[in-house]
């Protein structure tokens, strides 16, 4: 085999699809393979609306809970403290991103496999979010497979 012939190693997949309403979006075995998590069969799908980024996230259970946590003053160490909160309660993000909107308002959001809650209490989890130097509001919401 020359150099020529050589093998490319592929980092990337994509197929092309036209966007229309209430269209399903169909994916190949190849996808589903490549998506499919070790255990279950599901997948949290996000949209970043101002990037037009679409994330195709696997997941173990068909239920994952969204975080939307309100910064009313982002502080420095913010991330170093939510994450360090999170460590130490064992939970992990299937992904997390935040927006500053303008100065110092700020979101931060973060989706969380339902199966990491289990051991956890909710109303403890948001008082220690809200402990949080610069919080002004927190949300939990369930997202469910319909």
């Known amino acids: 085999m020359n150099k020529k012939d050589k093998e490319i190693p592929k980092i990337t997949m994509a197929n092309m699809l036209k ?25 949290v799908i996000i949209l970043t609306p101002n990037t037009k980024i679409i994330r195709i996230i696997p997941t173990s259970t068909e239920m994952v809970y969204k975080i939307t946590i309100d910064i009313g003053k982002l502080t420095p160490d913010f991330l170093k403290r939510i994450g360090n ?8 993000a299937l992904y997390s991103t935040g927006l500053c909107f303008v100065e110092d308002k700020c979101v931060f959001e973060g989706y969380i496999d339902s199966v990491e809650f289990e051991s956890i209490d909710m109303n403890e989890l948001k008082k220690e979010i809200m402990n949080v130097e610069g919080i002004t509001g927190v949300d939990f919401s369930l997202l469910k497979v319909e």
């Open 19 to 43: 966007l229309m309403p209430k269209q399903s979006l169909q994916l190949s075995n190849e996808f589903l393979e490549a998506l499919k998590p070790e255990v279950g069969n599901f997948a």
């Open 85 to 92: 909160l999170f460590l130490s309660l064992g939970l992990k």
